[in-house]
């Protein structure tokens, strides 16, 4: 069965500091990645998405996720992150062929960021 | 583009009372709507999958007729929890997904509206 592993429940870093959040997968074919954030009582915010390609994806504020098909992983990474980035982090992977879009999600990684 | 909205995004009700959430895509028509239940430091659960004009397709363990799902354009989704009790308080989310078109801005991705904190007394 597809399966998508977060490794990491909480994270916690320094502003300015760089940042990389763990996401592996398991799935027979190559699947649509996604990675949303998620702020506090909001819903979900879509950061990127890898199809096909460039295996380097950019997303917003700052983020990119490079897709790996040797190891099944999609990890996220920041250069230097900023207080606003505080958020529950889930990726999630869309299996397709035949299937209606579903997203199967990480249990999220909690992003911390000290002053 | 891709906004979707959701409406209430509080609603606090007695028990056995039933409660209507509209999801909505406003910039694009979604012929595939998903609604998601997220439990306090969890993951999202998706509870259906819900296409135009056609029935809801419940996953496993989501009872159908506590939670009526209804799908009749291509901008509008509404969850229905019946009877609603203190065990159905939670915060549901829904998405929409952009269909699969060549050239189509956010093809195949799904964007979520803010989520509704339905709290049953």
């Known amino acids: 069965a597809q399966s998508v592993t977060q490794p990491d429940i909480h994270i916690t870093v320094s502003e300015g500091a760089s940042l990389e959040l763990r996401c592996n997968y398991s799935?027979?074919?190559?699947?649509?990645l996604f990675w949303y954030v998620q702020s506090p009582g909001q819903g979900l915010q879509l950061l990127l998405k890898?199809?096909?390609?460039?295996?380097l994806v950019q997303g917003i504020k700052g983020f990119e996720a490079e897709f790996k098909r040797s190891q099944s992983s999609f990890n996220l990474r920041k250069p230097s992150v900023h207080w606003s980035d505080a958020a529950e982090y889930f990726c999630?992977?869309?299996?397709?062929?035949?299937?209606?879009?579903?997203?199967?999600f990480g249990k999220g990684t909690k992003l911390s960021v000290k002053p | 583009g891709a906004v979707v909205s959701q409406h209430p995004s509080r609603v606090i009700c007695k028990s056995g009372t039933s409660v209507k959430i509209e999801c909505r895509s406003l910039?694009?028509?979604?012929?595939?709507m998903f609604w998601y239940r997220q439990f306090p430091k969890q993951s999202l659960m998706l509870m259906a999958t819900?296409?135009?004009?056609?029935?809801?397709?419940?996953e496993q363990g989501v009872e159908k007729d506590k939670f009526l799902i209804n799908h009749a354009s291509l901008t509008l989704s509404t969850l229905t929890v019946t009877s609603a009790h203190p065990e159905d308080s939670s915060f549901y989310i829904c998405?929409?997904?952009?269909?699969?078109?060549?050239?189509?801005?956010?093809?195949?991705?799904?964007?979520f509206g803010p989520g509704t904190r339905l709290t049953v007394l």
């Open positions: 998405s929409a997904r952009v269909p699969s078109f060549p050239g189509l801005a956010g093809a195949d991705t799904q964007y």
């Open positions: 799935y027979g074919a190559t699947p649509y």
């Open positions: 999630a992977v869309e299996t397709y062929g035949g299937s209606q879009g579903n997203l199967i």
């Open positions: 819900s296409n135009e004009g056609s029935k809801a397709t419940y």
């Open positions: 910039d694009f028509q979604a012929t595939t």
């Open positions: 890898y199809f096909s390609g460039d295996t």
